[in-house]
């Protein structure tokens, strides 16, 4: 294997220049927060002495926890009914908006992010989903 060659050095300051605009993460509001934990020193980091007071403007850190998907379960019952007439046995069918897969399909979009699909995995346009189901792609971990 090659040796990779060092990147000549610019003579330029690592960082922003002067004047740029920094990012970062935006806090939320406090409103917003389940719970607000405050952490004192208890002891000065250069003398060991004890510390007392209230800082009036703490460094905020926020930890944003996404809770875990849970799945949207909804049991559709295709009842059988005899004919009186005729004694034939007729099952009710699915709405037409019902996926008969029983899970909801998605396919990538051009971000490669997962997008919900409103046809079933193989449409009448012949169209093939190219994903699997949002559930099994971010829950699971895998794609067909």
């Known amino acids: 294997m090659p040796k990779k060659t060092r990147k000549k050095n610019s003579g330029k300051k690592r960082g922003g220049r002067p004047g740029h605009k920094g990012h970062s993460r935006f806090l939320y509001n406090v409103s917003e927060c389940e719970s607000v934990l405050d952490h004192h020193p208890q002891t000065c980091s250069c003398c060991g002495e004890t510390l007392l007071g209230e800082d009036a403007k703490p460094y905020r850190h926020q930890i944003v926890e ?3 998907i849970s799945p949207i379960i909804v049991e559709h019952r295709l009842h059988q ?3 009186l007439e005729c004694g034939t046995l007729t099952r009710a069918t699915l709405p037409q908006d ?3 897969s029983g899970y909801l399909w ?3 979009s051009s971000s490669g992010n997962c997008v919900e699909r409103t046809v079933p995995p193989q449409s009448k346009d012949g169209a093939e989903c190219n994903a699997r189901c949002i559930w099994d792609k971010h829950v699971f971990g895998y794609s067909q």
């Open 106 to 108: 998605c396919q990538s």
């Open 98 to 100: 019902v996926y008969s």
């Open 66 to 68: 996404i809770p875990p």
């Open 81 to 83: 009914l005899m004919c």
